[in-house]
Structure formats: C-alpha cells, structure tokens
C-alpha cells in the first residue's frame, strides 16, 4: 500500500504547496510505495525562514548538550534500524544486508559527530604580542541544506545532518525523490530525541526545489552529492549566489591488479565490489586493470565464475544484488552494454540473457578487452557491468588513471609494498586502497574525490565536514587597561616585538 508523506518544516508534517506529488515505486516489483510532494520555492522559502529562527536558539546550545541530543538519535536509530533497512530495501533495492551495514556507515559519522565540542576547540594564542592574545572560534554557517542522491538513502543524509547539527546549524534536507521514505523518518526520532522544532527539516522534491535551495539568500552552505553533471550545476549557481558548496560527483573506479597479487583473493573482492548493489556505489569498482595477460586471463576465468553464479532477485528472496533503481535507468545500462558488444570488447558474461517476469533487473556483465575510448570506459555505467582493461605495466596503469575523467577512488592489488606506496602517491584519484577494493575511509577521516567527482576544496565528514560546516573567526584582543598612556596614533602596521 503506498503512503503519502509530507514535508518536516518546523516540527510538523507539512503538505507542499504546489499540489504536485512524485510517485515512489519499488524497483523489483514496479508497485508504488509512496508519494512525496514536489515542492516548490514557496516551500524552500517558508523552510528557510523557519530553519533561520530555530538558528537564534540552537548555535548558542552548549555543543556537549547538541551531542546529547546526537545520542539520544543514534539510540532510536539502533532501535528502528529494521524500519529503516528495510524501507532502503524496498525503495532502493539493495538487499537488507547492505541495507543495515550502510546505517551502520550513517552511524560512524554520527558517533564521530558527537565528539564536536573537541573538534570545535579552535586555536588559542597567549601573548600572541606584548598584552594581546589571539584566538580562533569555529562557529556555525547558519542554515545548512543537503541534496542527496538515491543511492544511499540514509547515509550520504547522515553525512552531512550530524556534522552540520552538532556544529550548531539549522538544515533542510532534500532526499532523493526515488527512494524518500528512510531519510524521511529521521525527523520523528531526532523530535523524540530532543532536537527543537526547526532545527532540521526535510523538504521532499526535484529540480525545482534544489534550485530555491541554491538561489536562498538565507541559506550559507550547500553540501551535494550526485551525479556529476548536476553536482557541475549545483557548484556553479550555489556559488554564483555566494554560498559555500561542496559538491561530489560521478565515479570511473579502477582496481590496478599486479602479477604478484593473490587472484582467488582478489576475485572474489573484486566480484563484491563490482556486483555489489547491482554496481549502483559511487565507490564500486567498475574497471580492472590487468597488468600483463596472465593476470588478465586469470582474472577473465575466476570473474566470470563470479558472475554467472551471483543470484540476483528481490530484497526478501536472498538474493547478492538486487534491481537497478528503476527501469529507465536499466534502460540506459542496456544500451551501454549494446555499444560495448558493438565497439568490440568481449562480452564474457551477458547478464541481459537472464529474464524477469517485472522490475528493473540486470543481471551481472563482464566485458573483457575493453579499450580506452569506448563509452563503457568513458562512462559511469552505474549498474552490475565490469570491465576488464588490459595494460602491459604497471605505468600504463598509473597512466589510464589520471587520464579518466573521474578522480574517486582507486585500488592496486600487490604483494609488493614499494609499489603499493608509489601508488598511494601517484594514483590521480581522492581514495585509494591498497589490496582494499572500495576504500571508502572511516568517519573521521574524510571521504571525497578530484576531478569531476568533485566541486570545491572541502571532503565529507571528518575534520574536512568540521570545516565545511563551521566558520571560522579569529580574534585579537587587548585590553583597555594596557592603553593608558598610549595616545600617539601608529599608522603602521603592528609589529610583534
Ligand atoms: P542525481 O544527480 O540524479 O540526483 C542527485 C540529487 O540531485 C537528487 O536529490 C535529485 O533530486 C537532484 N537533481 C537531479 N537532477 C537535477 C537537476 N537537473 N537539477 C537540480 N537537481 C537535480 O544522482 P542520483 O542518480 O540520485 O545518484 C547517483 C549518482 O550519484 C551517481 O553518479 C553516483 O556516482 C553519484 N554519487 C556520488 C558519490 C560520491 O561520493 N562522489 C556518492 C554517492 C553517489
């Protein structure tokens, strides 16, 4: 049975107000499971307004009583954390595993999030000159607004809502329009776990409302994730309106596989990272990088192995990856395949062969002999289809890398440490695991790419979402006492001495 939900402005459940609903389906079973309303600049306004009064309030709350509330949050997300897998689940597709283990992610980022009062220390200098002392305050940017992708429905949100919070901001959340339904339970538990009304809201919608969001005088920071064009779109107006945006993008990942490594090993992590979630992760690896054609051959056998025997069904039938989000984007992961066969890589695996009586399901492709100039390289597919890139040694590799347009993440499969570390170094990409194949790095540590898969200097989470969402102030001081006597005006600048 679909449900209609509403925006969370202040509080409260509010209906949009351009009448207009967007239709939510589940991708294995094409039934609808919601709608949401698609709201208009009106709403982002209203939103606004709300968030800025809540802000009065909320940026003097002691930081270690807005942890609290934090605490209280990642409690009632534990306690609903089958609700909320299992929404992702439908919505999205992935299976309830993956679903559970990405609020788990979410939940990293939120626990780091409640050590801010020690992050937000600042700096302090004592005698910085003769009688002045200098100091740093990191203080809150004001309204906050996060635009998220489908992919991952609870964590890229809780990315950004627990830093931007416990940092002392107000937020307007716009969660994807193709799987809102767990995003759109966070309110209600961070309402019960104490947050005052307008402090976080969520506003539900498409372009229209992400481009009030961008225009909003009111609003001081945007944080993106998404595709890369519109991550390009988003950067340029947000900015053009004087906000601060970061803005992640699309992803080309590479895993560079050396004669040395282990390839039962490497297979199988090569098979998880690739197939996993139907290949829809911005740090799923989509290309390999052979290195000689014996790794090449060795790894075309064992993936195809891979391949043939995942399972691939609906969420509640056990299945190792689920349907693509919807059938127009499997459309458009068919029709990259057909020009692969057509350019003249070997399709060794055709995933397209298997038949489902509905939803949006692919089952896994391999391509091997794949060559730098055809669309499946070219393109992020986003979808189960990897690529095998042959290359004759490991600088041709390097070389692939820094060419791709993308910059996420990168991985090399080695048992040699020289190697491994001139990787770290020159690999042209944000992340790069060695023998790891989706690096994605722990909460504190900060996540994001180069390239087009990134706009704007600042990473997520870690101490790079500290600074996105804080501002900083220096102060210098000196106290009146200390000018008695002092009535000859300098007109240079102040030297310490
Ligand atoms: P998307 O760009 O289509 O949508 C992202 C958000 O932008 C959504 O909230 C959507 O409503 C909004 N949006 C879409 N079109 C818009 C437009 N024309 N104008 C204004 N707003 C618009 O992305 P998606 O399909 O939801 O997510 C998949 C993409 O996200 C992939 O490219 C993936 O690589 C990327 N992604 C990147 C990272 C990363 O860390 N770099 C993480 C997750 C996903």
Known sequence: ?????????????????????????NPATEDETCRVPDSSWQDVNTTVKVAEQALVDWRDVPPISRCRILMRFRELLEKNRSEISGWISKEHGKTREDASAELSRAIDVLEFSCGIPQLLKGEHSHHAARDIDCWSMMLPVGVCAGITPFNFPAMVPLWMVSIALACGNTFILKPSEKDPSAPAIFPELLKEAGLPDGVFNVVHGSAESVNAILDHPGIG?????????????????????????????????????????????VAD?????????AGERCMAI???????????????????????????????????????????????????VDSGVKEGARLLVDGREASFERGSFLAPCLFDYVEQDMAIYQQEIFGPVLCIVRVSNYQQALDLIASNQYGNGSAIFTG????????????????????????????????????????????????????????????????PENLIGQRDANLNIPEVK
């Open 1 to 25: 049975m679909s449900v209609s939900r509403q925006n969370f402005i202040g509080g409260a459940g509010r209906d949009g107000s351009s009448g207009r609903m967007i239709k939510v389906f």
């Open 221 to 265: 920071a945007v944080s993106f994730v998404g595709s890369t064009p519109v991550a390009k779109h988003v950067y340029e107006r947000g900015s053009a309106a004087g906000k601060r945006v970061q803005a992640l993008g699309g992803a080309k990942n590479h895993a560079v596989v050396l004669p040395d490594a282990d390839m039962d090993m």
């Open 269 to 277: 992590q090569l098979a998880g990272a690739a197939y996993g979630s």
């Open 286 to 336: 989509s290309v390999v990088v052979a290195v000689g054609d014996e790794v090449g051959d060795q790894l075309a056998e064992r993936l195809s192995e891979h391949a043939r025997s995942l399972k691939v069904g609906a969420f509640d039938t056990q299945p190792d990856l689920g349907p693509l989000i919807t059938m127009e984007h499997r459309e458009k992961v068919l029709g990259l």
């Open 416 to 479: 040699s440490g020289k190697l491994a570390r001139h990787f770290c170094e020159h690999a042209d990409t944000g992340m790069v695991g060695v023998n790891v194949p989706i690096p994605v790095p722990v909460a504190w540590h900060c996540f994001g790419g180069i390239k087009q898969s990134l706009f704007g200097p600042l990473h997520m989470h870690g101490p790079d979402g500290v600074r996105f969402f804080t501002r900083m102030r220096t102060v210098t001081a000196r106290w």
